[in-house]
């Protein structure tokens, strides 16, 4: 008897210890999802022809939604979008039941887009004489508003100020009530030889900032417009560089993208500055007895830049007549939501899902701008579900609209958040372009992490999520106080929220036609979406 008591005791003691030693945890269960055939399964269909693009507003992105939507639902990740009466109850209505509101996977709002509304002018008064020029073969004008201007140029070289780079070519300009003239693109872009570009390349997200920050610094001086001048050398602002209608099919869309502008449907806003594209022909008669040789300038620039001060172009005055149209666009984020058991706190995470849409006979696919990003946070949602357990905080996945536009999905997001306010969000992970290498990435390892520099506990995160998980990436850590850019991420932070941005690269495929599945490097992609679930479970559990 004793010795059957003994043998009982022993074989319970091993099943309780095979039990405890089999047990999976939470991060294990939701990795065991997180694989290739999933990631290329989702990614091949979101950046094949079907989804035309995924531009804002159009019949492909909506596509392209009501996709991420389906596989959030099989997922068994609940929406977490506007609410909504669902139109399948009809039948407990005439029951007399009235059914409840629930969570859609949509956030609906509208946008204004601003189109050509008929033909645009521009004139060169110099000598008193007038000089007039073509649009469309001359010069591209994009404006928010009709409008009627006319100024005095000045020169501003790149239009370049920014003190980590010890560069200020706006030192002393006076803009206000006159028009701006730059180079377009940043100096030595294309000459692997200059050192200024290698100086700028060194992080080139920080670049794409700095770029898309020009325009917006010389209309806080006062431009009433910017004019976009290029070396003979450069393509860059060639009048319909985007788009030849005589590629298209008749079946294609004609609408052309790079020539249209959207914004949030409010009226406060002020108008956008007009910004034209110079031909050469406008160039010449612009740059006429200015005493500068912007081939020169261009050259120099590659080399040194900063050297040169604002030059007034006397004697010459631009006379501009912008002509538009508005209609208002019905657009969507794509959102759904666990929640927790603190229901008074939650973490994003988001991608955008919009894309360039079809152009010069082409469908832009964007596989890694930003598809890849989209299937990240469809993936880490079925990760979650998969877990099996109530995270502490509330997880809200998204997938973005609009961010081509101006991250104008994430701005409404964050003026309209659907779980409570923005105070309540205690963190966002960004996926933008997680797919590809650089150049120079031999060995395909390189992911470049945007972060707050004063929460250094999130590099300290991703570090140790890496090691005890073997991860094969070699980060590049771009720390800033409050990280804002070309990316959903600038909506966050602008509201105070510690965040995170992955980023696998900038390549020679970005915005053009080539951005396919077939150059993408999966391997990197799988070990950033696994990266993303750990950091997203460790912050949504933290006590």
């Known amino acids: 008897m004793k010795r059957n008591i003994v043998l009982l005791l022993i074989l319970a003691g091993l099943f309780f210890s095979n039990g405890l030693i089999g047990q999976q945890s939470p991060q294990d ?40 939507a389906s596989m959030f639902k099989f997922s068994g990740v609940p929406g977490g979008g506007d609410m909504v009466r669902s139109m ?6 005439r029951s007399g039941e009235i059914p409840q509101p629930e969570r ?54 790149y239009g370049i100020q920014n003190d980590e780079l010890g ?26 030889n200059s050192p200024v570009a290698k100086k700028l390349m060194e992080d080139r997200m920080a670049a794409y900032r700095l770029m898309r920050g020009i325009d917006r610094k010389l209309k806080e001086m006062g431009a009433l417009a910017v004019i976009q001048v290029s070396t003979a050398n450069s393509p860059v602002n060639m009048p319909g560089e985007y788009v030849d209608d005589m590629d298209m099919s008749p079946n294609e869309s004609t609408r052309n993208t790079e020539f249209t502008r959207l914004r949030l449907d409010d009226e406060d806003l002020s108008p956008e500055m007009i910004t034209v594209s110079a031909g050469p022909k406008l160039v010449k008669a612009i740059m006429k007895d200015s005493g500068i040789d912007i081939e020169k300038y261009a050259k120099d620039a590659a080399n040194e830049l900063g050297k040169t001060r604002p030059v007034e172009i006397k004697g010459t005055r631009l006379n501009i007549s912008a002509e538009v149209r508005k209609r208002r666009v019905r657009v969507r984020n794509v959102i759904a939501m666990i929640e927790g058991k603190n229901k008074d706190e939650f973490v994003v995470i988001g991608a955008h899902m919009d894309h360039m849409g079809m152009s010069g006979g082409r469908i832009w696919n964007g596989a890694d701008d930003n598809a890849s990003g989209t299937v ?53 992970i960004n996926f933008d372009m997680i797919a590809r290498d650089a150049e120079k990435d031999e060995e395909g390892i390189n992911v470049g992490v945007t972060y707050n520099s004063k929460y250094p506990e999130i590099l300290d995160m991703c570090k140790r999520n890496v090691t005890d998980y073997e ?38 495929d970005y915005h053009t036609p080539n951005d396919e599945t077939e150059y993408v490097n999966w391997g990197k992609m799988l070990d950033i979406i696994k990266l993303g679930f750990l950091n997203l479970w460790e912050v949504a559990n933290k006590e």
């Open 471 to 508: 991860l094969k990436m070699n980060f590049e850590y771009r720390g800033q106080e409050d990280p804002t850019g070309g990316s959903d991420y600038t909506a966050f932070t602008e509201n105070g929220v510690p965040v995170i941005a992955f980023m696998a690269a900038m390549h020679p």
């Open 167 to 192: 560069i200020n070519e706006l030192s002393g300009a006076d803009l206000r009530g006159k028009i701006a003239v730059r180079l377009s693109g940043l100096p030595g872009m294309g000459d692997e």
């Open 88 to 93: 399948g109850r009809r039948l407990m209505m």
């Open 376 to 428: 990240g946070v469809m993936t880490i949602a079925q990760a979650f579900a998969a877990t099996g357990v109530q995270p502490e905080r509330t997880v809200i996945f998204c997938a973005w609209t609009g961010e081509e536009k101006g991250l104008l999905g994430s701005e409404y997001f964050t003026r309209n958040p659907v779980f409570s306010s923005m105070d309540h969000c205690k963190f966002y």
């Open 104 to 157: 859609s996977y949509f956030q609906n709002f509208t946008l204004l887009e601003t189109l050509p509304g008929g033909e645009s002018t521009l004139s060169v008064v110099r000598d008193d004489r007038t000089y007039m020029f073509q649009e469309n073969i001359d010069f591209t004008l994009q404006a928010s508003s009709t409008a009627n201007i006319s100024g005095e140029l000045v020169f501003v070289g």
């Open 29 to 68: 269960k939701g990795l065991e999802v997180i694989t290739m055939n999933a990631i290329k399964a989702q990614l091949e269909f979101l950046a094949s022809d079907w989804t035309e693009g995924r531009e804002t507003g159009t019949r492909g992105i909506f596509l392209a939604g009501d996709y991420v």
